[in-house]
């Protein structure tokens, strides 16, 4: 079993910058994908980064060049965000898939608000 805890959610101006981070307790190994996604008041919750256990990562359009996604160490994923945007108002949450033997287990933290103040 996973749990997965996040912080770093906050108030913020346009244009500042925020960095989240999610620890994970329990089994992250082998093959896994961690990452972030959010839910703007009103909308469906959408990708915002995932990082893989080799390091490659992946990014929705809109965060690109603006928001970094990053392991620490096997259990534990940041993600910097810069020139955030009132749009980037959002709870984000924290997601961790492993692959344990042919099955894959998907694991959600409970959520950070990100609060972006014009």
């Known amino acids: 079993q996973v749990q997965l805890v996040e912080s770093g959610g906050d108030l913020v101006q346009a244009g500042g910058s925020l960095r989240l981070s999610c620890a994970a307790s329990g089994s992250i190994f082998g093959t896994n994908i961690m990452g972030w996604y959010r839910r703007a008041p009103g909308k469906e919750r959408e990708l915002v980064a995932t990082?893989?256990?080799?390091?490659?990562t992946n990014y929705a359009d809109s965060m690109k060049g603006r928001f970094t996604i990053s392991r620490d160490n096997a259990n534990t994923v940041s993600l910097q965000m810069n020139s955030l945007k009132r749009e980037d108002t959002a709870v984000y949450y924290c997601?961790?898939?492993?692959?344990?033997?042919?099955?894959?287990?998907?694991?959600w933290g409970q959520g950070t608000q990100v609060t972006v103040s014009s």
């Open positions: 997601n961790a898939r492993v692959l344990y033997g042919t099955t894959w287990y998907t694991y």
């Open positions: 990082i893989r256990n080799d390091g490659s």
